[in-house]
């Protein structure tokens, strides 16, 4: 397990994206185009980190890389532990660009709520990255609930002509998958 850079780029990768929404949050509803600016200002600059990754890359390895480990929980054997592999790297990169490109594709379909909204993509993206960059059980099941609270609100708030009907069902498939997940895990 390796970390070529000696810097904590999967933890700026996870964490860039949570301190976008601060800002997000001070900024006043009414100044919805700069609410856009910040958040795709954000995520680009995040897609751009996460290209650090191609040529540090080691395609030659199967082992973890850019690994950080960090006890968090020694008493019960929990720690802050993150790395990639060749399949992970690749979703990073995806997740990254898939999340910029949403804040542009959303632009102008979303009309009310617009700083709700990016503070709930913001998240998601927090969610998303944590849960394919974790490995460890607790710290992955904890991604994993961040990334389907703010998108139960995308679902029930700005989904489409059902979408009450749609979040209360990903409520239940989510709730019981969750409940099994850390049953499993335990």
């Known amino acids: 397990m390796t970390n070529v850079l000696d810097f904590p780029i999967l933890s ?5 994206p949570l301190a976008g929404v601060l800002p997000v949050l001070l900024i006043p509803k009414e100044k919805t185009g700069l609410i856009r600016w910040v958040t795709l ?4 600059a995040n897609f751009l980190i996460s290209l650090v990754l191609i040529p540090n890359f080691n395609n030659n390895t199967h082992q973890m890389q850019f690994v950080e480990r960090y006890e968090w929980i ?3 054997g929990i720690q802050y532990f993150l790395g990639i592999d060749g399949i992970s790297y690749l979703i990073v990169l995806l997740t990254t660009m898939i999340s910029f490109i949403s804040v542009m594709a959303s632009w102008t379909a979303i009309e009310h709520r617009v700083k709700e909204f990016h503070v709930a993509m913001l998240l998601t993206e927090v969610g998303m990255l944590g849960t394919f960059m974790a490995l460890d059980f607790i710290l992955f099941y904890i991604f ?3 990334t389907l609270i703010p998108m139960y609100f995308i679902v029930g708030i700005w989904g489409g002509p059902r979408r009450v009907y749609a979040a209360v069902k990903f409520f239940l498939f989510t709730m019981f998958g969750s409940v099994f997940m850390l049953i499993a895990i335990l």
């Open 12 to 16: 700026l990768l996870i964490f860039l």
């Open 41 to 44: 200002i954000v995520t680009f």
């Open 74 to 76: 020694p008493s019960i």
């Open 144 to 146: 994993w609930e961040v």
